[in-house]
T-cell receptor
Framework: DAGVIQSPRHEVTEMGQEVTLRCKPI?????LFWYRQTMMRGLELLIY????????DSGMPEDRFSAKMPNASFSTLKIQPSEPRDSAVYFC??????????????FGQGTRLTVV | AQSVAQPEDQVNVAEGNPLTVKCTYS??????LFWYVQYPNRGLQFLLK??????LVKGSYGFEAEFNKSQTSFHLKKPSALVSDSALYFC????????????FGTGTRLLVSP
C-alpha cells in the first residue's frame, strides 16, 4: 500500500475562497483522522471517522470547517470561507480499530495551506 | 484535562552521544503514552508506546522510553545518536476512552551534529 495519500501537498489561496483538502486512507483501515499543525497550537485533532461515520468533531474550530467521508477510500476537509489564520499544515491519518495491541495511526505527508 | 508537556523546544547532541527528549504528562487514570517522529516534509511516524507492563519500552530505530509514574514522565532515549535522528519528536497521550483521540505535545526538535 502507498500509505495515506493527501492532496494537494501545497495550497495557496486568497482569503474568502473555498479550500478543499483530500485524503485517501490506507485500504482496510477503519478510522480516519484530520489534524491541524501550527506553530502556536501544535498538533490538534479536528475530527475523526469510524467506518465513514463522523464520531467526534469537537476539534473543528468553526462552522467554516466541514469534513466528509463519502466512502471508505476518500475524505475531504473543506474550509469556506478561508481566512489567513487557517494557514497551517493539515494532516490526515488512518488506522485499524485501535486496541491495546494495535495503537498506531499512519499519517499522510500533509497539506501545507497558506491563506493570503 | 489530559495533556502532555515537552519542556524543551530543541535538543542538541553530538553524534555518538546519548540523547534524551523529555515529556511529562497529566493524565487521569492509567496513561496511554506515545512517541512519534516527524521528518522534514513528512507525516508523523510512530516510534513506540506505553500502555501497561514494563516501564522501559523499546521502539523503532533503537529508541526507547522510560515510563516513570512517580515523576509523571515518559522521556525518550537513545544510547548513541545518529545524524539521521535529527527530526521533530512528539510525545502524545490518548484521552477519554480508547486510543482514538491523541493529544500531542508541542514537539521537540532534535539536532544531532556530526
Amino acid at each position: 500500500d502507498a500509505g495515506v495519500i493527501q492532496s494537494p501537498r501545497h495550497e495557496v489561496t486568497e482569503m474568502g475562497q473555498e479550500v478543499t483538502l483530500r485524503c485517501k486512507p490506507i485500504s482496510g483501515h477503519d478510522y480516519l483522522f484530520w489534524y491541524r499543525q501550527t506553530m502556536m497550537r501544535g498538533l490538534e485533532l479536528l475530527i475523526y471517522f469510524n467506518n465513514n461515520v463522523p464520531i467526534d468533531d469537537s476539534g473543528m474550530p468553526e462552522d467554516r470547517f466541514s469534513a466528509k467521508m463519502p466512502n471508505a477510500s476518500f475524505s475531504t476537509l473543506k474550509i469556506q470561507p478561508s481566512e489567513p489564520r487557517d494557514s497551517a499544515v493539515y494532516f490526515c491519518a488512518s488506522s485499524w480499530i485501535l486496541t491495546d495491541m494495535n495503537t498506531e495511526a499512519f499519517f499522510g505527508q500533509g497539506t501545507r495551506l497558506t491563506v493570503v | 484535562a489530559q495533556s502532555v508537556a515537552q519542556p524543551e523546544d530543541q535538543v542538541n547532541v553530538a553524534e555518538g552521544n546519548p540523547l534524551t527528549v523529555k515529556c511529562t504528562y497529566s493524565v487521569s487514570g492509567n496513561p496511554y503514552l506515545f512517541w512519534y517522529v516527524q521528518y522534514p516534509n513528512r507525516g508523523l511516524q510512530f516510534l513506540l508506546k506505553y500502555i501497561t507492563g514494563d516501564n522501559l519500552v523499546k521502539g523503532s530505530y533503537g529508541f526507547e522510553a522510560e515510563f516513570n509514574k512517580s515523576q509523571t514522565s515518559f522521556h525518550l532515549k537513545k544510547p548513541s545518536a545518529l545524524v539521521s535522528d535529527s527530526a521533530l519528536y512528539f510525545c502524545a497521550s490518548s484521552r477519554g476512552t480508547g486510543f482514538q483521540k491523541l493529544v500531542f505535545g508541542t514537539g521537540t526538535r532534535l539536532l544531532v551534529s556530526p
